[in-house]
Structure formats: C-alpha cells, structure tokens
C-alpha cells in the first residue's frame, strides 16, 4: 500500500510540473536547460517512469523556475540551515516583481547557458556576478540603472576581496582609489 500512495505523490509534483509546462507554453528542452537536468529526465520525470526528484537542488530549481516554494513538493527536504537570502537578490527579485516578469520570461532573456546560473542567483543558491557586464546585463532585463545595481555589485567586490584575505581597514586608501575609479567608469 506504502507504494500505490508513493506513486500517487509522485504523479502530483510531475502534474504539477507538466501543467506548468502547458500553461506557460515552455517546451521540455527549455525547461531542462533552465535547471540543469537533461530532456530525457524531464520525460521520465512528467511521464512518472522515474521517482520525482528528492534532490533540493533539482528541486529549488524546479520550483524557482515556476515562481513556487520549493516546499510546494513533498518530496523536499527543508535543509537544516535556513538558506540566506543576499540582499542584492533580494533586490533583483523585488524589481522583477515590480516588473510583473515571470522567472520563464526573465530566463528567456539570456542564452541558453547563462539560465541556470540565473536560476541559482534567484534561489539563493549564487551571489550576484562579480562580472561588471555580466551584472549590468541582468540589470538591464530588469530596467535596473548602473546606478542602481552599482552599490550591491560594490558589495560584493568587497566581500571578494575579504574571503581572499584582504584587510579592507589597512588597505582602505587602495580599496576607495579602486572603486571611486569603477564609480566614474559607471558613471560614463
């Protein structure tokens, strides 16, 4: 009996999944490339010949994709540390919600091989790109100024050169002669 009510599970997040894929006109390939898992995967997975997934990265993927709490699957697993949010997420998700832009729209905007990074910034899983342009691109999809996105990729670069050993005290003069060069660059 323990089987026939785990199939049952198991056909309620792969419904879950296949609806989302119908509603949003998302094909299987794309989806797949979104979260990282091969097309195969997503066949076994929506066609229940496989078990759904119980990974918590898969499935903070699946669930960041369809704009979801990744708690909204049985088969999750709330890990034992709470997941820290960065600000700077935080930021692009709440402009991205102003915007009223789905995860799917957003994650159509860049190539295909950027998508599942964008993916795991969104869920928390990733800082923002310490890469200016990289940045300054997904700022751009979400109508976010270089003004705007500055200060947190600021932030960021500090906190870079902290974890690689830097005292930002003892090196203050170097570290403000930088970044009032990068504000300037930003400024152009």
């Not at 088969?75 to 998700?93: H, R, S, T």
């Not at 402009?95 to 950027?114: A, D, H, M, Y």
């Not at 005290?169 to 170097?174: C, E, G, R, S, V």
Request: hydrophobic content about 40%; proline content about 4%.
């Amino acid at each position: 009996m323990s089987t026939k009510s785990k199939a049952i599970v198991n056909l309620k997040s792969s419904e879950k999944v296949a609806n989302f894929l119908e509603s949003n006109h998302l094909h299987k390939k794309d989806f797949a490339e979104m979260i990282g898992v091969t097309l195969s995967y997503i066949y076994n997975l929506i066609d229940s010949a496989i078990p759904f997934s119980t990974r918590s990265i898969t499935l903070e993927r699946i669930a960041a994709v369809m704009d979801v709490e990744p708690e909204e699957f049985v088969e999750y697993k709330i890990p034992q540390e709470p997941i820290a949010m960065d600000e700077a997420v935080e930021f692009l998700k709440e402009k991205q919600k102003e915007k009223g832009i789905s995860t799917v729209q957003l994650l159509k905007s860049f190539p295909r091989k950027k998508r599942v990074e964008i993916v795991d910034i969104l869920r928390g899983a990733r800082p923002i790109p310490l890469d200016w342009k990289e940045l300054t691109l997904i700022a751009q999809v979400l109508d976010i100024s270089k003004e705007e996105i500055y200060p947190f990729w600021e932030d960021r670069v500090r906190q870079m050169f902290q974890t690689a050993g830097m005292n930002l005290q003892t090196n203050q003069a170097l570290v403000d002669a930088m970044f009032n060069c990068a504000r300037k660059f930003v400024e152009k």
